[in-house]
Nanobody, 123 residues
Framework: VQLQASGGGLVQAGGSLRLSCADSRRTSSNNAVGWFRQAPGKEREFVASISWNGGSPIYADNVQGRFTISRDRAKNTVYLQMNRLKPEDTATYYC?????????????????WGRGTLVTVSS
């Protein structure tokens, strides 16, 4: 599995960004994919996850209603649409492939990680 996250950048509070996670080796098609984030000095935290077939999305409470995870199986890409961004959303965002086909929150349930993409939200 080779994951590449992209789409990060600098945005003002209230703005939107869409992150992409491309699996260039096309080996995650039967697995759930998740997004996590890590702010400076903080632990990596769960953001969202989606099952192998694009169903059953789950979200962290602090992004529910603002972020949407989706996947395009034909493109082997998972997206994270982030709306109404807040300064506290500032972090490096990582995508990861789970060991399971079902969406899951647990960091330990993810086997493969891509390099992160930095999101900075200014106030």
């Amino acid at each position: 599995v080779q994951l590449q996250a992209s789409g990060g950048g600098l945005v003002q509070a209230g703005g939107s960004l869409r992150l992409s996670c491309a699996d260039s080796r096309r080996t995650s098609s039967n697995n759930a994919v998740g997004w996590f984030r890590q702010a400076p000095g903080k632990e990596r935290e769960f953001v969202a996850s989606i099952s192998w077939n694009g169903g059953s999305p789950i979200y962290a409470d602090n992004v529910q209603g603002r972020f949407t995870i989706s996947r395009d199986r034909a493109k082997n890409t998972v997206y994270l649409q982030m709306n109404r961004l807040k300064p506290e959303d500032t972090a490096t965002y990582y995508c990861a492939v789970a060991r399971s086909s079902a969406s899951t929150r647990g960091l330990a349930n993810y086997a493969y990680w891509g390099r992160g993409t930095l999101v900075t939200v200014s106030s």
